[in-house]
């Protein structure tokens, strides 16, 4: 792009070398995680972290920290300049305020820390990864305290990854949404309703290349452009986006319970829309690309579950599924529609439905908050975690694998990222709503297969910006919200109990 203030230009033409680093970086993240040869992990991990370490030289380089300087003192600049702004400045002041010596402990000991969590996790032994974990922990408090903030500690470290989100934003989201949640998961549990039935769908074998055909098929009824976009298969899904121009996927196949696979798809395919509808004209620019971390999730989820499913998604790719999956034949749209809905509390995070999936959220974030201030000690977590599944879902793990050593997050010292999901079906349904006031029902259009409407109603409302706009203010801005639960509730009720 080109602005209309000099300073800009310059700061746009340093922020080229930034860009092609990260690019290169991407690429190579995606290909560790698809076709790399399994023993070319270390040489990789080496040019990896040069690699970023220049990227910090250059992003710290004195002639580039003064113009993003003197950028931040130019009058008359243009949104899309000043989100330019913001966003260089954030990450400097950032890498300026946590000096090496903790960024260099932060790495170490995520490599070794991850590596033990993973034999913990095998042998379900919280003790083995304890001293990690204790270790990171008071990492991420030292970086906290470097970074600074008003109220509390986990501040600091939640607005990483979601800009000024705070402790006193979770604990009002979480006062209404765990409560109400809880609420609405009884009484489908105490009326037998029949979304809390076990299908027989869920044991069926299936044909792992029928599946990937199957998919390939739900992403050409998406209308996704494949000359801007693939997909491939890995063990965890993920969206890659080298630029606006390549966005790479990835799916899953188990060989059995085919919705993981399907659903995993367009999970994944919703986030790389953001990228493909962001403006173009931001292309190569600081502000391409999503606005936040929840954002993100929000359109993964908006996809996923609100449209993928919804009864009319299901009954459109009802056909599909018994060319693909031979055992569905019999299978009505009704228990299709079931499957793909069935509610059941259970230990695992990434296997949970849409109405608890977010009372897993709460308990991470219960003990974040928690160890962070102060208020718990690493060896009292694990009971603590047990102890509020009980209460929140009414299962308690048998053992630490199906606790608290299940998620990679801690160990990669991910703290303050878990809200983020949460935050992301929140925002997903304050959009069905706003967007079903403007585009009137939208489940004909669905039905039919023409997602058009929805796609250009979503790039005009959020994508387009790329991360001009701060999570917060887009909100504000699109919608007139917050991170109001109110939305989520709601469908949740007319979905589940209407
Ligand atoms: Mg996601």
Known sequence: MKSENPIINQILASYKRLWSINHATSLMGWDFETYMPRKGTEERGIADS????????????????????????????????????????????????IPKELTEAESLERIRGNMVWRQAREKSD???????????????????EKIGYKKHPYDALLDTFEEDLTVADLDKVFGVLTPRIQKILKKLLDSGSPFCRKSKLGELKYDISKVDELNREILTLLQYDMERFRMDVSTHPFTQPMSLNDIRITTRYEGADFKRSISSTIHEAGHALYDLQ??????VT??????????????????????????????????LLKKKVSATDQATDEELYFYFNTVKPDYIRVDADEVTYNLHIAVRYEIEKKIIGNKLTVSEIPEFWNDRMDQLLGVRPNNDSQGVLQDTHWSSGLFGYFPTYTLGN????????????????????????????????LGLKIHRHGSVYAPKVLLKNTFNESYNPEYFVTYIENKYLG
């Not at 962001?278 to 292309?283: G, V, W, Y």
């Not at 999730?297 to 993928?308: L, T």
């Open 286 to 319: 600081p502000v391409e690309g999503a606005s936040s971390l929840a954002l993100h999730e929000s359109q993964s989820r908006f996809w996923e579950n609100i449209v993928g499913r919804s009864k009319p998604f299901v009954q459109l790719i009802s056909p």
């Open 126 to 144: 919280f003790e083995l990864y304890e001293p990690h974990l204790v270790k990171m922990v008071e990492i991420k408090k030292q970086i906290a």
């Open 278 to 283: 962001c403006d173009q004209s931001l292309s």
């Open 50 to 97: 040069q690699l970023r370490l220049l990227y910090k030289e250059l992003l710290l380089n004195k002639d580039f920290v003064d113009l993003v300087e003197s950028g931040k003192k130019q009058q008359g600049l243009t949104d899309t300049d000043k989100g330019i702004i913001r966003v260089l400045d954030r990450s400097i002041t950032r890498q300026i305020k």
């Open 426 to 457: 929140l925002i997903s349904a304050i959009i069905a709503s706003k967007m079903r006031a403007e585009l009137g029902d939208y489940d004909k259009t669905i039905r039919n297969g023409d997602f058009k409407p929805i796609r250009e109603w």
